[in-house]
């Protein structure tokens, strides 16, 4: 089992970035998808969930509205469409595997993310 | 969506026991016997000790325990090993949300 996230780099305040997660050695359909971040010298956040079906896409009250999550299981790839950033979103993004009700066993090293004028 | 309630550290010497407690409320801790437990180590990716309150993963020592009572769950750390010095995350689910503890640093004396 692997994930690799990417697409993380240095943006505007008010700017877009689109993060992609793709995953490997598993049957990714069958799984719901989460997104979780991790601020400089801060715990860890939960962002979103998608369920495996994409019939179900949730959010932090924090990003709701500006961020969009999806998943392509033809592709094993997971996103998180973010807008209107904001410097409170500088975060390391990590993607994580949920096997059972926020049982996350496998993670992703993440990718950065910085909103810096 | 606030984070749940953690000591911001603990510690203890190697051999002893050590509890984190996570607080939360009747919508998520104390609404669903789903709450995991993360140890996380600084530029390593988080790893699942605890799930479902009280189940280990295969793999996890037999030194971790978990417990709830109410809104209010805990880790235990039973015969502290210098590794364990880490960062733990608690983390409940909540209805169609997902909330983590604030984080408690463990340190090994």
């Known amino acids: 089992v692997q994930m690799v996230e990417s697409g993380g780099v240095v943006v505007q305040p008010g700017g877009s970035l689109r993060l992609s997660c793709v995953a490997s050695?598993?049957?990714?359909?069958?799984?719901?998808m989460h997104w979780v971040r991790q601020a400089p010298g801060k715990g860890l956040e939960w962002v979103s969930y998608v369920t495996g079906d994409s019939r179900g896409a949730y959010y932090a009250d924090s990003v709701k509205g500006r961020f969009t999550i999806s998943r392509d299981n033809n592709r094993y790839s997971l996103y998180l469409q973010m807008n209107s950033l904001r410097a409170e979103d500088t975060a390391l993004y990590l993607c994580t595997r949920d096997t059972h009700m926020v049982y996350f066993d496998f993670w992703g090293p993440g990718t950065p993310v910085t909103v810096s004028s | 969506q606030s984070a749940l309630s953690q000591p911001r550290s603990v510690s203890g010497s190697p051999g002893q026991s050590v509890a984190i407690s996570c607080t939360g409320t009747?919508?998520?801790?104390?609404?669903?016997?789903?709450v995991s437990w993360y140890q996380h180590h600084p530029g390593k990716a988080p790893k699942v000790m605890i799930y479902?309150?009280?189940k280990r993963p295969s793999g996890v020592p037999g030194r971790f325990s978990g417990s709830k009572s109410g809104n209010t769950a805990s880790l235990t750390i039973s015969g502290l090993q210098a590794e364990d010095e880490a960062d733990y995350y608690c983390c409940s689910y909540a209805g169609n949300s997902v909330i983590f503890g604030a984080g408690t640093r463990v340190t090994v004396l």
């Open positions: 479902d309150v009280t």
């Open positions: 009747n919508s998520d801790v104390g609404g669903y016997n789903y």
């Open positions: 050695g598993f049957n990714f359909d069958h799984y719901t």
